[in-house]
């Protein structure tokens, strides 16, 4: 804001929770343009400030009624602005008519001029300030939309249980003639053991929170890479590998903030040269959904080409760990890793695009029928399949859960996690921990990359917003530990490996305890 008037325009200082609203919202000229659906936020400010109740946004629950009070002053600007703009043709006309008159009333004529020329600089001052105050309450509405989280999913379970929907291979201590005599270790205990972990080496080099994988441990994360996108190359998904480092403002249009919503940090920033100073910041990339999602932004997707999907590899960055404890003792919880995520367009929802346009926005909108699911629902099924069969092959017990309101990301509409039994977790969560994640984040990403689909003739050629999805294939760390603990073997003092891995890992069976300079 220019003015210390425009300054303290939107601020309050009677609440801390308004802290975020008095810093102007800045975005660099060269992001994607936005258009995050003001006009369904304006019609149902109801059902956003109770979204943003139910997924625990609460200091963003009052933004759409704002956004109502904005516009009604954007409004009254607009009619004080035609006011003025009418009052500036009608001066600027009779400054022609006398520029025309000649005669014995010259001095008069003069006189006229003058008195219209003054009046024509106060309407074109006091058009310009209604101007800057149109554009202020426009951003402000804009910074305010784009605050709010995605409208969940019909599916989404309100609260923050979620809900077990199935199981995935048999759980290991029901089967009665092993439990008796077997031996469970924590992934840390058998890298140790057999020398495939190294935490204290990388504390000295890193800090806490990275690793060293040896040996077999570190084929094994290309086993589980080359595994899991063989997966999906035979359901048509395209290999790509993304960058890890992406502008700040691509990852806050996927839903990604450097800050969550404690102020904790969530993403690494990184120190950029006095040289680049004026460049848009930089970050590290907490997931590959976020380069992957970037792919398409300022772009128009021909109908014909969708869905397009996309499965990358890359190095992934969280700068929130977490504290020390059995959730984040190993490599369940760190600062690196390799993950195979998969990323996808799809046309949105039937219902949804009949009705959508630009300022439209109906995230809601579940499949037309229950014969007819949508491009979204397929695609949804489809990842959640490439995940089942992955986790199966592995041997590894998991259950499936519809996550709850409150679990969910900023750009989630739906999300689906599947969470497999750690044995060293038993005294948390009862063994379970998350491998994999699915969303639906129908077209709030696009939105705010300004990527949009060209439909076909049939539906008037017209522009819409595509939906996106994305799906973990493989989280190395997790899934590494769990096939550790799962496949332990007290007795031999080795761990099994899965069956599928073995082409990616020589032919080894087992992993036993090698020798390590």
């Known amino acids: 804001m220019k003015s210390s008037a425009s300054r303290s325009l939107f601020s309050c200082s009677s609440c801390s929770s308004c802290l975020l609203r008095s810093i102007p919202y800045t975005r660099p000229a060269t992001a994607p343009k936005v258009s995050p659906g003001l006009k369904h936020i304006r019609q149902n400010p109801g059902l956003y400030a109770q979204n943003c109740l139910d997924r625990n946004y609460k200091a963003q629950s009052t933004n759409s009624w704002r956004i109502l009070e904005l516009f009604a002053e954007w409004q009254a600007c607009q009619s004080s602005a035609r006011g003025l703009r009418e009052r500036g043709n009608t001066l600027r006309r009779k400054l022609a008519n006398a520029a025309s008159r000649s005669g014995d009333a010259e001095g008069d004529i003069t006189m006229d001029k003058t008195a219209l020329q003054k009046e024509g600089k106060e309407v074109k001052a006091e058009l310009s300030v209604i101007e800057e105050k149109e554009k202020e309450l426009t951003v402000e509405m804009e910074r305010l939309a784009l605050e709010l989280p995605n409208l969940s999913s019909l599916s989404t379970p309100t609260g923050s249980e979620p809900e077990v929907i199935g199981y995935i291979n048999e759980h290991p201590e029901l089967n009665a003639t092993e439990a008796e005599d077997r031996v469970w270790r924590s992934h840390v205990h058998i890298g140790a053991e057999l020398g495939l972990l190294d935490f204290a080496a990388a504390a000295t080099t890193s800090g806490w929170g990275w690793y060293y994988l040896i040996n077999e441990a570190a084929m094994l994360e290309q086993a589980l890479i080359q595994y899991s996108l063989s997966v999906a190359r035979k359901r048509g998904w395209t290999v790509v590998s993304p960058p890890s480092i992406v502008y700040a403002h691509m990852a806050a249009a996927c839903g990604f903030q450097p800050r969550d919503q404690h102020g904790e940090q969530q993403i690494y920033t990184l120190e950029q040269p006095a040289k680049d100073a004026a460049k848009p910041p930089l970050v590290l990339a907490g997931t590959a959904e976020i380069p992957l999602a970037g792919m398409k932004a300022n772009t128009i997707i021909e109908e014909a080409n969708l869905p397009i999907k996309y499965i990358g590899v890359n190095r992934c960055y969280r700068a929130e760990a977490g504290a020390r404890g059995v959730d984040t003792k190993g490599l369940y919880r760190v600062h690196e890793f390799t993950k195979v995520e998969m990323f996808a367009w799809t046309l949105p929802d039937a219902t949804a695009s009949s009705t959508s346009n630009e300022d439209g926005n109906f995230a809601t909108t579940e499949s037309t029928s229950a014969s007819q699911p949508s491009p979204s629902d397929q695609l949804f ?137």
Request: glycine share 8%.
């Open 381 to 517: 099924d489809e990842i959640l399949s490439i995940q089942t069969e992955i986790l199966t092959s592995l041997g590894l017990h998991c259950r499936i859960l519809e996550m709850p309101s409150t679990d969910l990301g900023a750009s989630a509409a739906r999300k689906r996690d599947i969470e497999a039994f750690f044995p060293s977790r038993r005294e948390k969560d009862n063994g379970w921990g998350e491998v994999t994640s699915t969303s639906v984040c129908t077209d709030y990403q696009t939105r705010r990359l300004h990527t949009r689909v060209k439909l076909g003739k049939e539906k008037g050629g017209a522009l819409d917003f595509p939906y996106t999805l994305n799906g973990t294939a493989m989280a190395v760390p997790r899934v590494l530990a769990a096939i550790l603990e799962n496949g332990w073997d007290e007795k031999r003092m080795c761990v099994r490996v899965p069956e599928c891995l073995r082409p990616f890992m020589g032919g080894a069976e087992v992993i036993e305890r090698k020798m390590v300079p």
